[in-house]
């Protein structure tokens, strides 16, 4: 397995301990989701392709740069939705398009319950984002919807994956890259990332319990 796909930096370690606290309280967590996804974000965009854009200072006019392809930023309802905010900011000519799947309790498969990808007219470049990359077939899921809408280049970004989740995403679309902030150990017998988080979307949405 590509072990570079774990971003490594101190402020991931540090808002990701605090994240995988269990005394975190919602609020919290959300905020460090946000911050945890703007530096994957980062990580994960340094490659974008830019054209040439002319600019008038106040002082010249000089040669600078724009992104220059159609961006997808697409979340895996419902966690995914945490992460969405903070990487428009990063890039807010993104086009947004939401993924609805759950994993069934008892067999942990993904069951698919909103999608409205158009179709027609892909984007060069989809960031599919998702706290929790498990045993992957949400990830896969939604990656196969984007390829069959005509998407070229996917990139996955996840804060916390098991190792079982990263080797089928390689495995399926060898050509996606994924990041992530960290590598956990494995799955436990109920499909949950060992350490891990626990529920992320429960977490998120203060919806544990019910
Ligand atoms: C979580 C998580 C991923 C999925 C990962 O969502 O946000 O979408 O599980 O697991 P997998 O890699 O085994 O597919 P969940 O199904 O709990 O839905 P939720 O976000 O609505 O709570
Ligand atoms: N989904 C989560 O939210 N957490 C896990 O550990 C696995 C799947």
Known sequence: MNSSIAVNHPLIQ??????????????????????????????????????????????????????RDRIALVPILRAG????????????TAEVWHLG??????????????SKLPGERPPQLALVVDPMLATG????????????????RLKLLSIIAAPEGVALVQGEFPDAEIHVCAVDQQL?????????????????????GH
């Open 14 to 67: 540090h808002h990701l301990t605090r994240l995988r606290d269990q005394t975190t309280p919602p609020e919290e967590f959300r905020h460090l989701v946000q911050r945890l996804a703007v530096l994957l974000a980062y990580e994960a965009t340094k490659d974008l392709e830019l054209s040439a854009a002319a600019v008038r200072t106040p002082l010249v006019e000089m040669q600078g740069a724009r992104l």
């Open 81 to 92: 939705l945490g992460m969405v905010d903070p990487i428009l900011d990063l890039i807010p």
């Open 101 to 114: 799947l759950y994993r069934d309790e008892a067999t942990a498969e993904p069951v698919e319950y909103y």
């Open 137 to 152: 077939g949400s990830a896969v899921s939604a990656l196969a919807a984007l390829r069959r809408w005509g998407v070229p």
């Open 188 to 208: 436990n017998s109920d499909k949950y990332i060992v350490p891990g988080l626990g529920d992320a979307g429960d977490r998120t949405f203060n919806t544990l």
